[in-house]
């Protein structure tokens, strides 16, 4: 059987891909897939390698059952291009930062994350708002729209395994 890896790529790694791997690692780990599908996250910029995840993240998230106090920003580099079947990026920005690194023998799935969203209600979004500047309903629209994509993206995943 085939292990499967996803990495989720934000600006700064303390927000949205954060949120998006403890949500997509807790998806993985109910459904028994822990030893079939790795989960990473990582940021294209450098100002908070090491540090936790902001703390709004990391309580919006503990209030839906995630735990993410354990993940640490990095640094996404060109060898998670050789790593990764999927990376999945939360905005357009992310997107073209990554095209621009050495990626063109990637053979895997390189995407916005919300590409996998299934819910009608969030067809206005193609990326994961920032909510580093907004107040509570910013990261609760985040971990609304991070589980719907997470959901789907699952399944087609499952298929493959």
Same mark, same amino acid.
């Given at each position: 059987m085939s292990r499967i890896s996803v990495?989720?790529?934000?600006?700064? =790694?303390?927000?949205? &891909?954060?949120?998006?791997?403890?949500?997509?690692?807790?998806?993985?780990?109910?459904?028994?897939?822990?030893?079939?599908?790795?989960?990473?996250?990582?940021?294209?910029?450098?100002?908070?390698?090491?540090?936790?995840?902001? &703390?709004? &993240?990391?309580?919006?998230?503990? =209030?839906?059952?995630?735990?993410?106090? =354990?993940l640490r920003a990095r640094l996404v580099v060109d060898n998670d291009f050789d790593q990764f079947d999927y990376i999945l990026v939360m905005d357009k920005q992310n997107l073209a930062d990554l095209k621009a690194m050495n990626c063109q023998n990637f053979t895997g799935e390189l995407g916005l994350f919300l590409d996998f969203c299934r819910n009608p209600n969030f067809s206005d979004y193609s990326e994961v708002p920032d909510p580093y500047y907004s107040g509570d309903q910013g990261f609760s629209l985040v971990l609304d729209l991070i589980e719907d994509a997470s959901a789907e993206l699952l399944l087609q995943i499952k298929d493959r395994l």
């Open positions: 990495l989720f790529v934000c600006l700064g =790694n303390i927000c949205r &891909s954060p949120t998006a791997h403890a949500v997509f690692q807790s998806m993985v780990d109910k459904q028994g897939l822990s030893d079939q599908i790795y989960v990473d996250s990582c940021g294209t910029g450098d100002w908070h390698i090491g540090h936790a995840p902001d &703390s709004r &993240s990391q309580q919006h998230a503990l =209030n839906r059952g995630y735990q993410m106090d =354990n």
